[in-house]
């Protein structure tokens, strides 16, 4: 959820520090794209030197964590985890789109794929609740060392490789990548302080310093030759509209996502075990969804499935409303499990109409940009949740607690219940159990508050799909006559 600034700002430097390489891999994940002695993009796939060269950066970074003796070098090691990680998805659509020509195969392929996102997702806090119950915290980065073999032993024997020549390869550009980081750092920095301490001088400069930089980035990528991120992509009608509602996308998920773990251990008061365990209902909930949306885009138009996918959501935020310190447990897993769904619709979809709109020999570029874009939305989404969440935790708190006792307490147990449960101990007992029914009604009226927004948000882009994105159809469908009379799957001429 939303814990202090601190959190907030390590998040924002690592979403930073993707974004950064996410941004400069570029041109390496085209060395990926398999090309025939004519220079089109071959059918079979291409394992490219990314994934084995960066899952062994990923074991030794998961190793150095697992051995950390301190804060900053466990988060110096968790970085560049999350920089050789940054490679996986896009190589892996690339490799999707060149193995599976055909549309349907295609959209059959990118569900399984999100369906074993969602599946690692929800097993990893599992896996980690129980290490953590039985080893010290370092097994949790430990186990993925064996995992990192297997993949290296097989990964070659299953996978074809293929390069572009080395003078195809586009040079690294530096200045490009950090005015990339720098925008996005900015943006946040503002829209986060806005939230919490109101738009004064300072977060209104960052903002602005920050769509400045964008802009720049911008005019700079229109005026190179290739350009991390090919601005002729937003041309094709829908593909804008498409990674605008990525964004949206993630803003609501990941942005509303820390909610359900805290409701679970802290109002609740789970074991991280058993929160875990009630959290699998989201990988279950997309496994069942992903593959009927991949099946139904073929009867109905794509715009029609992502608004559904959206209005999933915006039920389960609607949920989420509903809920009290009382234990619901249908209540609240009913909600996640439908933010869960709905989210894997639309990724499900999205995925295959960004990947489609690209040439062959860009698949993992425009993959690339996809993601960082969903971690963008991300990271914007918890500054915005987050800073909702703070001020009605710190209004409620304050309201609930009496005066005196108030004042007393340190100030960020004001700010997160994190810190008010970790305070309450060093209190009175009856002071203690005050401060604890407090901040858990304080936050919970934080989580209603933040899924409400969340539920106007996720029901706009409902919205918004439909109308920006129903030209779009594939083979089996009628054209739109209000549209483009093309048909088949949304190459960049439909799109």
Not at 50 to 68: E, K, N, R, T
Request: hydrophobic share 50%; charged share 10%.
């Amino acid at each position: 959820m939303y814990e202090t600034d601190v959190l907030h700002g390590r998040l924002v430097r690592a979403y930073g520090t993707v974004v950064w390489f996410r941004h400069g891999r570029n041109a390496r994940v085209r060395q990926t794209q398999g090309v025939d002695g004519s220079g089109r993009p071959h059918p079979a796939a291409v394992r490219g030197l990314d994934g084995p060269d960066c899952s062994v950066v990923f074991g030794f970074a998961s190793v150095g964590a697992g051995l950390s003796t301190s804060p900053a070098m466990l988060i110096s090691f968790r970085a560049i985890q999350g920089l050789a990680a940054a490679t996986l998805m896009p190589s892996a659509l690339a490799l999707i789109r060149h193995i599976y020509p055909d549309e349907r195969e295609r959209r059959s392929s990118i569900a399984i794929w999100s369906m074993g996102v969602a599946a690692g997702t929800g097993l990893g806090p599992v896996i980690s609740g129980a290490l953590l119950n039985n080893f010290w915290w370092g097994s949790i980065f430990l186990i993925n060392v064996p995992v990192i073999v297997i993949m290296l032993i097989t990964l070659p024997t299953v996978v074809p490789e293929c390069r572009l020549p080395k003078e195809q390869i586009a040079r690294f550009d530096l200045l490009s990548a950090v005015l990339s980081l720098a925008s996005v750092l900015a943006t946040i920095w503002g829209v986060k302080e806005a939230a919490i301490n109101g738009l004064s001088r300072c977060p209104a400069a960052g903002i602005v310093i920050g769509l400045l930089l964008g802009a720049v980035f911008v005019v700079r990528q229109k005026r190179m030759n290739d350009p991390m991120i090919d601005p002729r992509l937003f041309r094709h009608r829908g593909f804008s509209p498409v990674i605008g509602l990525t964004f949206v996308a993630f803003l609501c998920t990941i942005g509303f996502g820390l909610y359900s773990t805290q409701y679970l251990l802290i109002v609740l008061n789970m074991k991280p075990l058993t929160a875990g365990l009630w959290m699998l209902v989201t990988p279950v909930a997309a496994g069942v969804l992903a593959p009927v949306a991949a099946t139904v885009v073929n009867k109905v138009r794509p715009a029609y499935v992502i608004a559904g996918g959206f209005l999933v959501t915006a039920v389960g935020f609607v949920a989420m409303t509903q809920l009290t310190t009382d234990r619901n447990l249908p209540l609240v897993i009913g909600g996640i499990a439908a933010i869960g769904a709905g989210s894997s619709a639309i990724l499900v979809i999205m995925t295959d109409l960004v990947v489609t709109v690209a040439p062959a020999e860009r698949t993992g570029s425009v993959a690339a940009l996809q993601k960082t874009f969903q971690e963008f939305g991300g990271a914007v989404g918890i500054a915005i949740f987050g800073s909702i969440g703070a001020a009605v935790f710190t209004h409620k708190l304050d309201d609930a607690l009496p005066p005196k006792l108030s004042a007393a307490l340190p100030s960020p147990v004001h700010e997160t219940v994190g810190a008010a449960t970790e305070a309450a101990p060093h209190l009175q007992p009856a002071q203690a159990a005050q401060l604890l029914d407090a901040a858990r009604e304080a936050f919970t009226s934080s989580l209603n508050t933040s899924a409400l927004v969340g539920a106007g948000v996720a029901a706009l882009a409902a919205l918004s799909s439909v109308f920006s994105l129903r030209h779009i159809s594939y083979s089996a469908q009628p054209a739109d006559s209000a549209g483009d009379t093309s048909r088949g799957a949304p190459v960049a001429g439909s799109l």
